[in-house]
């Protein structure tokens, strides 16, 4: 059950709907770079334009500390939006007071407008009530459809949803039906994949997987700390041996909640991570000291696709090994490709996020082709890890 309204739930003619969007997006030389994220946000825009809304748009950018800077402004952004809506977004040089007001005052019912960068004002990220009011006055509704910026309880994000009628834009409304189809309520088995350097940075991500998750296979350079736990030699690889009791502790977990923990049974090892550097493929009780292993075996990676083909639901967060140097990418790429071959045959629902976990399968050439990849980093990884997301709580509120 939905706990919070959508745009279908709103009369929306002739209001003024401040939308959350996220436009922290790549730019170069005041160029849009990557529109990845504006392309995200159409659909709202558009609908809400549509059915004569007055659009007004609230975005952060970089981090300018609470006070205005010129080169984090979102100016270069209202051009790059106005190209892909077919007509003027006019930008707005504040995102509360006077400024605002002029605008709003002469806006027709359809119109487009993007607001300055809310942290240019101190009180966006210290989720400032009287911060949130002053974005509050200039609006009849507030949508937010940033899922990105979820995990923060900014002004912008969580303050203001108590202020306004509130709703889910349709970005966010995907985004978090994909989640719950993939963590909360998934077709079991449900499978989970979790890759990437350190397991320092995802501790809370793998103890709540272990939980939820039928199959949890633990790749990249945090698997060597696991097999260092388990008494194999890793050699020069990435490891961290102060985590070795934190790997027994998440394997011994797994092992009471009956998931099935898939470690490496084989390795790619070389004595330097450069491209096209000699290999060899090891038993992972045959690394010499001064091998790294950066990638998983042929043997691995076809276990893993056993796995994968036995699942039902797919949960995937960073690469499998050090995908960016060739040939070290062989399993990232195998792996993601036979997944996404799954989903094309409607065996599968594979959602992934996180990281260099957009990067790896758009190395792999199959971001298209998994049913969801979300390019929310953070807030992906929170709520992987169980965590209450603030921006979402408050809409349902």
């Not at 748009?57 to 979102?74: A, C, F, I, K, T």
């Not at 200039?138 to 203001?160: K, L, P, W």
């Not at 953070?378 to 890890?385: D, K, Q, S």
Request: overall charge negative; proline content about 4%; some cysteine.
């Amino acid at each position: 059950m939905t706990l919070y309204k959508t745009l279908d739930d709103l009369d929306l003619a002739g209001k003024r709907v401040l939308v959350r969007v996220d436009f922290n997006v790549p730019m170069k030389d005041g160029e849009v770079t990557d529109a990845t994220r504006i392309n995200r946000a159409l659909p709202t825009i558009q609908e809400l334009s549509k059915k004569g809304a007055k659009v007004l748009l609230l975005s952060h950018y970089g981090r300018p500390n609470g006070s205005p800077d010129p080169e984090m402004s979102l100016e270069p952004v209202a051009e790059a939006l106005g190209e892909r809506l077919g007509g003027p977004v006019e930008f707005v040089h504040d995102c509360i007071g006077d400024a605002v007001k002029k605008v709003t005052k002469k806006m027709m019912e359809s119109d487009v407008a993007l607001l300055e960068n809310t942290r240019f004002h101190p009180g966006e990220k210290a989720n400032d009530e009287a911060f949130a009011k002053a974005l509050a006055e200039n609006g009849d509704i507030y949508v937010n459809d940033a899922f990105s910026a979820a995990h923060r309880a900014h002004a912008s994000t969580e303050a203001i949803a108590h202020l306004l009628p509130s709703a889910a834009g349709r970005a966010l409304e995907r985004e978090l039906d994909y989640l719950k189809a993939a963590l909360s309520a998934p077709v079991r088995p449900m499978m989970a994949v979790v890759g990437g350097a350190k397991v320092s940075t995802k501790i809370e991500l793998l103890l709540n997987l272990v939980k939820n998750a039928n199959i949890l296979v633990v790749a990249g350079g945090m698997a060597n700390t696991f097999l260092f736990s388990k008494g194999y030699s890793v050699g020069k690889s990435l490891c961290e041996p102060d985590l070795a009791d934190t790997a027994k502790e998440i394997m011994a977990q797994a092992e009471q909640s009956s998931c099935e923990l898939v470690l490496p049974v084989d390795v790619v090892v070389a004595k330097e991570l450069v491209e096209r550097a000699d290999r060899e493929v090891r038993s992972i009780d045959g690394v010499e000291g001064d091998e790294m292993i950066l990638d998983l075996g042929p043997k691995t990676t076809d276990l893993i696709a056993d796995k994968i083909e036995a699942a039902k639901t797919l949960v995937w967060n960073g690469p499998l090994g050090a995908f960016e140097t060739a040939p070290f990418d062989t399993a990232t790429i195998e792996a993601a490709r036979f997944a996404a071959k799954m989903v094309k045959e409607n065996e599968l629902v594979a959602v992934a996020g996180g990281g260099d976990t957009v990067a790896a399968l758009a190395h792999a050439g199959v971001v298209k082709d998994f049913t969801y990849v979300s390019t929310a980093g953070g807030a992906f990884l929170e709520w992987l890890e169980g965590k209450t997301l603030p921006g979402v709580a408050a809409l349902e509120g």
